[in-house]
């Protein structure tokens, strides 16, 4: 009898797999999308909620790409981002009346990223609920908003910014099992020219989260 090598016996297992999953009209598993970095808001120094915060038993079904319509810093650090999330935070809670950040993150122009809604980090890495929002009238128990800083009317936003929120796009979808197709802007819902010029984008977003995912 022919004896196999541990490699042609690992390779029938792979095309196994492979031929089982077809067969069952399933893809064999692909790596998972890796684990982006977002600083918590204990980390950048957020005001605790005004108030109760709604946690939705139910996953999004979709992510919201905003733009914060705030000025277009060339200060990229991590520090910069932080304080943007304190002024976002200020100004929802000091100024629309909300009870905390209305964003669930946010994406400085330096590609960091922080949580914005408190426990919207917790519920997005345990991939089973969602902290309620107040980005998107009528959308705010369905979707994860994210605030990208800046204003991309007349303008693209930096490659950092670009890079970051493909990358956010992606774990997310992973986590909440959303269909990268399930990637929207703002003024698909809401009279706004929010997101501007990324609202453009949304194409070539749902194509590179699809890639990673």
Same mark, same amino acid.
């Given at each position: 009898?022919?004896?196999?090598?541990?490699?042609?016996?690992?390779?029938?297992?792979?095309?196994?797999?492979?031929?089982?999953?077809?067969?069952?009209?399933?893809?064999?598993?692909?790596?998972?999308?890796? #684990?982006?970095?977002?600083? %918590?808001? *204990?980390? &950048?120094?957020?005001?605790?909620?005004? =108030?109760? @915060?709604?946690?939705?038993? !139910?996953?999004?079904?979709?992510?919201?790409?905003?733009?914060?319509?705030?000025?277009?810093?060339?200060?990229?650090?991590?520090?910069?981002?932080?304080?943007?999330?304190?002024?976002?935070?200020?100004?929802?809670?000091?100024?629309?009346?909300?009870?905390?950040?209305? #964003?669930?993150?946010?994406? %400085?122009? *330096?590609? &960091?990223?922080?949580?914005?809604?408190? =426990?919207? @980090?917790?519920?997005?890495? !345990?991939?089973?609920?969602?902290?309620?929002?107040?980005?998107?009238?009528?959308?705010?128990?369905?979707?994860?908003?994210?605030?990208?800083?800046?204003?991309?009317?007349?303008?693209?936003?930096?490659?950092?910014?670009?890079?970051?929120?493909?990358?956010?796009?992606?774990?997310?979808?992973?986590?909440?099992?959303?269909?990268?197709?399930?990637?929207?802007?703002?003024?698909?819902?809401?009279?706004?020219?929010?997101?501007?010029?990324?609202?453009?984008?949304?194409?070539?977003?749902?194509?590179?989260?699809?890639?990673?995912?």
């Amino acid at each position: 009898m022919a004896r196999l090598s541990r490699r042609g016996v690992l390779r029938g297992a792979v095309l196994l797999g492979g031929a089982a999953a077809a067969l069952s009209g399933s893809a064999p598993a692909l790596a998972a999308v890796e #684990q982006v970095s977002i600083a %918590s808001c *204990g980390a &950048w120094g957020a005001r605790p909620p005004s =108030g109760a @915060l709604t946690i939705d038993q !139910h996953r999004p079904n979709k992510i919201i790409v905003h733009h914060t319509a705030m000025a277009n810093s060339t200060d990229y650090s991590q520090a910069h981002a932080f304080q943007n999330s304190r002024d976002i935070q200020n100004l929802h809670m000091d100024t629309n009346g909300w009870v905390d950040s209305g #964003q669930h993150f946010t994406n %400085s122009r *330096g590609g &960091w990223l922080t949580e914005g809604r408190n =426990g919207s @980090l917790y519920a997005l890495l !345990h991939g089973q609920t969602m902290v309620q929002g107040a980005h998107c009238v009528g959308q705010n128990d369905q979707a994860i908003g994210i605030e990208n800083e800046g204003t991309y009317l007349t303008e693209q936003p930096p490659a950092a910014l670009w890079n970051s929120l493909v990358a956010f796009c992606a774990f997310t979808c992973q986590q909440y099992a959303i269909p990268a197709t399930e990637i929207y802007g703002h003024k698909d819902f809401n009279s706004t020219q929010c997101p501007g010029l990324l609202h453009d984008r949304l194409p070539e977003l749902r194509a590179a989260v699809a890639a990673r995912l």
